[in-house]
């Protein structure tokens, strides 16, 4: 588990890259220049962990690539204590950013694998979320709603309705919805029944799937 200056300084390299791609939250810049993302990934994939890429991880699922990360990030527009929820908690890498934005974390994973390896990897960094649970991301975390924001780190064919139902009146759900490209979709709520939607153009993530445990 070691960060070297080595790794710090492809880290900075990433940020850069980030910023000319057009990321402008300095808060999340910061979060991605701090994780070690090597760590979230096989020993194997050291020499790529900070290229601009996703990469495989445990059960066919994907750490994904920093843009996508920082672009969900900043439209999430995070404050202090905001309570957040995290469908797919995959790598944890998301998460460890999330925490590092100083968000209350509560994250829903499916895959049995990656939810026992995740749940004990974070905390060794010294990343705790609020809970990490094991369970299926269509359904929200109804006792813990409402949420602040709401991310979802996989395509989904449809965008569920409890995580529409599990937002603040002025939050925000952040949902890759599609098939095999899914469009990055921003939904604010407004009022009880009153969403605005905002797309914002094409991406690629592994398959949200549902509970079949």
Known sequence: MKDTF??????????DTLVKKGIKDKKVLAAI????RHLFMDSGFIDHAYQDKAFPIAADQT??????????SELMEVNLGDKVLEIGTGSGYQTAVLLELGAKVFSVERQKELFKKTSKFLPKLGYRAKKLIFGDGYKGLLEEAPFKS???TAGAPFVPKPLLAQLDIGG???????DATQIMTLFIRKGPKEFEKHELGEFRFVPLLEDKN
């Not at 080595?6 to 940020?15: A, C, E, I, S, W």
């Not at 925000?172 to 599609?178: A, M, N, S, T, Y």
């Open 6 to 15: 080595k790794h710090q300084g492809m880290r900075q390299k990433l940020v």
């Open 33 to 36: 220049g701090k994780i070690p």
């Open 63 to 72: 750490i994904s690539q920093p843009y996508t990360v920082a672009f969900q």
């Open 150 to 152: 709401i991310i979802v």
């Open 172 to 178: 925000r759900l952040i949902i890759p919805v599609g």
